[in-house]
C-alpha cells in the first residue's frame, strides 16, 4: 500500500469514526448549518429529495473546470476511491452507460468506538433519474455494525455558468436511528457533502489543468 493510499484510508476512517459517534451520542460535532431559506428543492427529471425527511442538507460551490471533466469524475463511480478520502470501495453492480437504473456499492471503513465495533458502512444505490451533464438523483440505504440509514436520497444539479460549474447537491436521510439525534446526523450530513463538493472541485481543477 502507498503512502498516498494509506494516508486516505486512515482520513477515511477517522472521517467516519467521527460521523458514528456524532450520530450515536458518543461525541459533540462542530455546528453545522442546516440548509434553509427561499431555495425550491433541487429536482432531476422533476423528482427531488424526500420533503418528509427530518434530516437534509443542501450546499452548492462553483468549479472553473469543464463540465465534461466535472460529471466524468461524479458518474465514473469506480474510480471514487482515487479522489474521495472518505471512499474505500466502490463497485458498478451493472455495466454499460452510467443511466437511470444503474446501480453501485460503495464503502466506508469505520474504526472502532465506544458505543460501536470496528465494522464497514455499506451503501447501495440506485439512480433513479439522470439527465446528461445536467442532473442525476439516486437514492439507496446504507448499513453497518451499529449505524443504518433506511433510506437516503441524493440529487445533483450542474448548471454551466460564465465563471464556470455551479455544481449544487441536496440529500435527506430517513431512519429511526438517524432520527433520534437530528442535530448531529444533520452537521455529518453536512459535513460530508461540503468533503465531497472540495474535493469534487480540487480534483477537477487538477485534472483541467492537465489537459
Known sequence: MTRQSLRRRVIAALFTTSLIAG????ATPATAAP???PHRPLTCGGQGVDATAKIRYRTEILIPAPLRTIW???TDVADWPAWQTAVATSERLDSGRFRAGSQFRWTTPVLETPTTPATTLVITSTVQQLRHEQCIRWTGPAVGDGLSIDKGVHVWNFTQTRRGVLVRTEET????????DVPN??????AGLEAWLTELKTTAETDACRV
Do not use: D, F, K
Request: charged share 5%; no cysteine.
Open 23 to 26: 450520530v450515536l451520542g458518543a
Open 35 to 37: 440548509s434553509g431559506g
Open 72 to 74: 466524468n469524475l461524479q
Open 173 to 180: 436521510w430517513n431512519g429511526a436511528q438517524v432520527e433520534a
Open 185 to 190: 446526523s444533520t452537521a455529518y450530513l453536512a
